[in-house]
DNA sequence: ATGAAAGCGCTAACAC
DNA sequence: GTGTTAGCGCTTTCAT
C-alpha cells in the first residue's frame, strides 16, 4: 500500500510474488499464458488486499476510457429524460459507460462541458447542442474527438448526426387537421431561435394547404423554475392571446409541453377539448399520454434517436462505421382524444 | 506532438523554450513567480499549439479529480431529473463537475456504476440507492470514498444522508383529508419494497385518526416502457379495483404519478374529481401543476434534496464539515384542485 | 511463462 | 525565477 492508502497493482503483485507484467494480464484477463497457480496466486491476493483498479491510469496509459461524454441541454426536459436512457441503454450494453452532463440551456455551459470531457479524454461524445453558432464544432472538430451530434440538425455532412425531419412533422399535424376538416389553425410558439422550431413552423405552413394559418408566439423569457414548467405556463399564456382574438377552431403546439399547457387554459376557461377547440402538440413525451384528453401529437422518437446515436458512435470507435452517418428520423402521427372533426 | 498525435505540457514548454515545470505553473495560473515576459511566451505557445490539458494525467499524480459522480435509479422520472438538477447547479458553482448514472432501477447497475465511479476515482458520490442490502454501502466504504446518500434513508449513523420524513408526508395527506370531512379513505400504493413506501403508508395510517383507511395495492411488475408510463398506469388499474367495491371518498397515492393517473381512469369513468372523489398526491412533481384538475399533494422538495446533498457532500470534501450529516427534510402540504369537502 | 523497464501527461519537491 | 526529476497506476514491449 502506497502512502495514498490506496492498493495497487504493485501491492498486489508483491503478495503474489509475482511480477507486475504478470498480474496486470491476469486481471485483465488476457489469453497470455500464465500458469494457473500463478494465476490463482494473484487474484487471491487481489482478493485479499480488496484491489480496485484505478481507471484513471489505465485511460492514461491505453488512451482508452471506455467512457462516452453526453451534453443535453436539460435533464428536466422529458425528452432528453427520454433520450439519455437509450444512451444508456446502448453504451451500457456494448460495454462503455456513458456520462451525462447538463447544460441547464446555457451555451456557455455546454461549452464548459464539452471542453471538460475532451479533458477527460473521454472516447467519444454525444452531443444535442443548442449552442446556435460552431463554437462546440469547431473545439470538438480540433480536439479530433469522434463525436454524433442529435435532435438539432447540423449543417456540416462531415458530421454524424441523428436527428429528425421537423418539417415533416409540423405538416403531418397542419395536414390531420385539416383532414378533419378545420380551415383555421393556430400555430403555438416559442421563439425560432432553433432550427427545429423553424422548420417545424414550416412544415406547418406547408401542411396548411387551403387552410388559414395563425401565429402565436410567446417571448417571455424568463427561465427560472425550469423551462419545464416555463413552457407549460407559456401554454396558458397563449390561450389568453388565442382567446381574445379566436380566429382558428384548432391549434398546432410547437411541443407538447405547450399543448398540454393550452389544453388545461382552455378547460379552466370552459373551452372545450377536443370539443370547441382541437389541439394537437409536437414530440410525444410520455406525459401526453397522462394529459385530460390525452394528446393527439406527432411523435419524435426520442428514445430510439438516443439508441441511434450511441450506436452510431461506438461503431464508429470500434471502426464497424467509417464515414459521417447522417440519419434523418421519421415523424409519426400519434392519435389520441384532443382533436374531433370541424364541420 | 507525440505519437498519439495530442499536444501535450512538454510540447508547449519546447515551443516556449521553457521547462515543463514553468509552463505547468503558468498553464495552472499558480501564484509562483514567473518572468511576465516567460507566462505570455508559455500562453502563447500553449494557444498556437491548441493544447489542451490532459485531466487523466492531472487526476493520476494528485489524486484529486473534481468530478462527483453520482448515480440515481433512472433520469426519467421527473423526481430524480429535478434532484439531479439541483446537484448539478451547486457542483457546477463550487467548481466540480457532476457525473451522472443511471442504474435504470436495476439494482446490479447500481452496483457497477458504483464501482465504476470509484475506479474512476471520484472524489466523491452521491446515490440515491435502490438496492435494499448493503452491498453498495460497504462497497463505498471499503473504498473510503466520501459519499452522502439522498432520497432513501439510511439507518447508519456514521452515513451522511439527505432524506425526507416519509412518515410526516403520509400523515399529512391523511390528516388534511380527514379534516375535509372524510371518513373512508383509500391509499393507493405500489408493493412496499422500499422504506419511503412503508413509511409513507404508515404515517398515512396514523394520520387517519378515526377514519377508516383501504389500501389497494398494484403489484403488476413489469418495469417495460419506463416506470414513468407503468406508475401512471398502475394508477388507471388501481382504480378499476377501487370502482369494484367503492369504499371511500377520497384517495391518498403513494406518489403523484399515480395519482394523476387515477384521476384520469376516474375522470375517463364519468367519476369527477374533486366532486365524487378526493385525489392527494405525494411529491409534488412539475407535473402535479399540469395534471386537470391540478393536483393537491405533499411536497417533497426533491431540488433542495439534491442541491443539500452536493453541498454537504462538497464541504466534506473540502474540509468545511467533518461528521457525518443526517438531514432529514420536511414535507409540505400543497393545496390545488384536486380535493373537495366531504359532507 | 515470467519479469524489467519505459513511458502515458502531469505536478511538485528539490536544486540551482 | 527557472529547471530537473521522481513518480501517480497502469500496460506493453522486449528480454529472458
Do not use: W
Not at 449552442?131 to 455532412?157: C, H, K, L, M
Amino acid at each position: 500500500m502506497n502512502k495514498y492508502g490506496k492498493i495497487t497493482i504493485r501491492d498486489v503483485s508483491e503478495r503474489a510474488n509475482a511480477s507486475i507484467a504478470t498480474t496486470s494480464r491476469v486481471l485483465n484477463n488476457t489469453d497470455y499464458p500464465v500458469k494457473p497457480e500463478m494465476r490463482k496466486r494473484i487474484l487471491k491476493a487481489a482478493k485479499e488486499l480488496g484491489y480496485t483498479p484505478n481507471l484513471l491510469g489505465k485511460a492514461l496509459k491505453t488512451g482508452k476510457s471506455h467512457e462516452i461524454g453526453v451534453v443535453v441541454p436539460s435533464l428536466l426536459n422529458p425528452y432528453y429524460a427520454e433520450a439519455v436512457t437509450g444512451i444508456e441503454r446502448i453504451c451500457s450494453a456494448r460495454g462503455y459507460n456513458p456520462v451525462f452532463c447538463s447544460s441547464d440551456n446555457s451555451p456557455d455551459k455546454e461549452l464548459a462541458n464539452v471542453e471538460f470531457l475532451i479533458r477527460m479524454r473521454m472516447d467519444g461524445i454525444i452531443i444535442s447542442k443548442i449552442e446556435y453558432g460552431d463554437e462546440v464544432i469547431d473545439r470538438v472538430n480540433q480536439a479530433g474527438i469522434s463525436t454524433v451530434y442529435f435532435d438539432q440538425p447540423v449543417s456540416n455532412e462531415k458530421l454524424s448526426c441523428v436527428t429528425y425531419d421537423f418539417f415533416e412533422a409540423g405538416r403531418m399535424a397542419a395536414e390531420y387537421l385539416t383532414s378533419k376538416g378545420h380551415k383555421k389553425i393556430a400555430f403555438f410558439s416559442l421563439p425560432f431561435d432553433r432550427q427545429s422550431r423553424i422548420s417545424r413552423y414550416e412544415g406547418f405552413k406547408h401542411g396548411l394547404k387551403e387552410a388559414e394559418g395563425y401565429l402565436y408566439l410567446d417571448s417571455s423569457s424568463s427561465y427560472e423554475g425550469g423551462e419545464f414548467l416555463r413552457e407549460f405556463e407559456a401554454g396558458e399564456r397563449l390561450v389568453s392571446d388565442f382567446l381574445e382574438k379566436s380566429e382558428a377552431s384548432a391549434v398546432v403546439a410547437i411541443n407538447d409541453l405547450i399543448a398540454i399547457g393550452a389544453m388545461n387554459a382552455f378547460s379552466k376557461r370552459g373551452v372545450s377539448i377536443p370539443n370547441d377547440i382541437s389541439v394537437v402538440g409536437l414530440d410525444d413525451i410520455s406525459f401526453a399520454t397522462m394529459s385530460n384528453p390525452a394528446l393527439t401529437t406527432v411523435k419524435q422518437p426520442s428514445y430510439e434517436m438516443g439508441s441511434i446515436a450511441a450506436e452510431v458512435l461506438i461503431d464508429g470507435l470500434e471502426g464497424k462505421r467509417h464515414k459521417p452517418e447522417i440519419i434523418k428520423m421519421l415523424p409519426k402521427l400519434v392519435e389520441r382524444d384532443s382533436v374531433c372533426i370541424h364541420v
